[in-house]
């Protein structure tokens, strides 16, 4: 590489998620793809996901043998087999997908290096750790042997996001120290598992030791290759100042620089396609839902949806389902029967596929179904949290209840067998959404919702929360489009009810009063786009490049 070059020549972006439809960082990556790819030289951007689909058709990414074949030869050459072609996402990146499955064999050997050259403790690895680590493996081989045989005097920046790319980071930097490395933690291992385990984080937050706790809850390995990561990459970054004091507690060190999540406007429809969109995608939860309760859905029915990965108290859901019972309640007692709300949980849960028979009622009288809350079969009904909350909260979808409530189990990638069609589609068909996180490093969700021009709650223990009170100057209300909830380890019943609060107040607005509040979600949304948030890639890159051309 050239000495004192500050701007990337090359960057590769490698996760897990790579054309591998999860959770947020999905959409970090493939919305931030054109934005990213317009301010690199041509053809200076390449993502590197997991081979996860092999023979099987991937929605996200078409494989193009005419793109850099000598890629393709070079990598066999070093053992990796390879497939290369576009993301399907706005610009259409150039996509490696790597088959990581014959690194499985040499695994130990593989793990002894880490701890020898990284100190890396694999030792008490389970789970998915052996998965993420042989792709992590793979896409670091296959991104020093493209920089190594075609890519020499050029500024090569490797961005690994999450613990699931750490150890690839690791030997690449060993093996070629010349390519400057960026490592991004979305949300710290060990965070996410004390909030997972039932702790409270915020009140004891500056008595946790990120070592002592991962032998606690038996996270050793995936917080051991997540701390190096963190200590040996040329920059270190995360996505809010919320994250950052995670890191600086629970990983001993503190990020060099912040890199705040941005959204791509290319993914919302506008204008009449947008109202074709959302007539679409609420005929469709209404036939669905009238066939499951036997009740009709008017026009003017409040849709208020909640989603994002399944993590139970994370991600609020049980606030979300208890601020529902509430308000259910509530109206109830007060007698406004003309109330009608449709409360929605896209969440994917270990689903069997599409209910036979509800696919058969669909658009037919129906007199009610039984489990009337779901819209998928479940493996496992009596175990799923979700569900199981449902029930005790006794939200039983009958004929006069005005709130209803649809667990919508599966991904929605447009071929769930029901519905057909993708999220964010779906999405426009909410009038509010609604994410009470306990745990949110950042928050695609919120973010997601106000750029398709729904106003959301949320809370201040998000980044995109923070965010949001940080621009406005104050804690966010309705009329500013997102409403920014304080929440703490000690006040759930009062976010509860002023989640029902909420919910009840929007559903009294007209058409009219809705209109400038959407407007005000779309216009904070546009603050938060990538155009104003890129900036700080760059920054981190030069970070990267001065410290390894150093």
Not at 279 to 302: H, M, N
Not at 487 to 497: A, G, I, L, M, Y
Request: aromatic share 10%.
């Amino acid at each position: 590489m050239t000495a004192g070059k500050q701007k990337p020549d090359f960057v590769f972006q490698t996760s897990w998620e790579v054309c591998n439809k999860v959770g947020g960082i999905y959409t970090v990556l493939s919305s931030i793809a054109k934005t990213l790819g317009a301010r690199l030289p041509e053809g200076g951007l390449c993502f590197i996901g997991p081979d996860v689909w092999r023979d099987k058709p991937s929605p996200y990414f078409t494989q193009d043998d005419t793109l850099h074949p000598e890629w393709r030869e070079a990598a066999a050459k070093a053992g990796i087999a390879v497939r290369i072609g576009r993301w399907r996402v706005p610009g259409e990146p150039v996509a490696a997908l790597v088959d990581f499955t014959p690194y499985y064999i040499i695994k130990d050997q593989l793990y002894g290096l880490a701890w020898e050259n990284f100190g890396v403790d694999s030792l008490h690895a389970y789970g998915d750790y052996d998965e993420a680590s042989m792709f992590s493996y793979a896409a670091g081989k296959f991104a020093e042997t493209v920089a190594r045989e075609f890519l020499g005097g050029k500024a090569v920046v490797y961005q690994a996001h999450e613990w699931m790319s750490g150890l690839g980071m690791l030997f690449l930097k060993r093996n070629l120290p010349q390519v400057a490395t960026v490592f991004t933690t979305h949300a710290t291992s060990i965070g996410r598992s004390i909030t997972g385990n039932g702790k409270n984080l915020y009140e004891y937050f500056d008595g946790y030791d990120g070592d002592q706790m991962a032998r606690e809850l038996n996270m050793e390995a995936k917080h051991s290759i997540e701390k190096q990561s963190a200590h040996r990459a040329d920059c270190f970054t995360t996505v809010s100042t919320f994250t950052a004091r995670e890191c600086t507690q629970l990983l001993a060190k503190t990020p060099d620089t912040v890199l705040p999540n941005g959204f791509e406007a290319d993914f919302v429809p506008r204008g009449a396609a947008y109202t074709k969109t959302r007539r679409t995608a609420r005929q469709a939860f209404f036939a669905v839902a009238e066939a499951l309760t036997g009740a009709p859905c008017p026009d003017d029915t409040l849709v208020v949806s909640t989603s994002g990965r399944n993590d139970f108290r994370c991600k609020g859901f049980d606030v979300y389902l208890e601020s529902l019972a509430r308000l259910d309640a509530r109206l109830r007692n007060e007698g406004k029967t003309g109330t009608q709300v449709l409360a929605l949980i896209e969440v994917p849960c270990w689903c069997k596929g599409p209910r036979e028979d509800l696919s058969l009622a669909c658009g037919t009288p129906s007199q009610g179904m039984p489990e009337p809350n779901l819209t998928h079969e479940l493996v496992n009904p009596h175990e799923d949290r979700i569900l199981n909350l449902i029930k005790q909260l006794g939200l039983r979808n009958d004929k006069d209840a005005p709130v209803k409530v649809l667990l919508v189990p599966c991904y929605l990638e447009g071929a769930d067998g029901l519905f057909n069609l993708p999220y964010y589609d779906l999405l426009t068909a909410s009038d509010l959404c609604v994410y009470p996180s306990y745990y949110e490093p950042w928050g695609y969700t919120p973010h997601e919702a106000v750029a398709f021009h729904i106003p959301c709650v949320t809370t201040d223990l998000s980044g995109f929360g923070q965010w949001v009170n940080q621009t406005l100057g104050h804690e966010g209300r309705l009329e500013d489009g997102v409403v920014v909830l304080h929440r703490d380890d000690q006040n759930f019943s009062d976010v509860c009810d002023r989640i029902a609060d909420t919910i009840q107040h929007y559903a009294t607005l007209s058409a009219a009063a809705r209109t400038p509040i959407r407007r005000r979600a779309a216009a904070l949304s546009a603050k938060a786009d990538w155009q104003h948030f890129a900036g700080h890639y760059a920054e981190a890159y030069q970070m990267a490049l001065e410290k390894a051309q150093g």
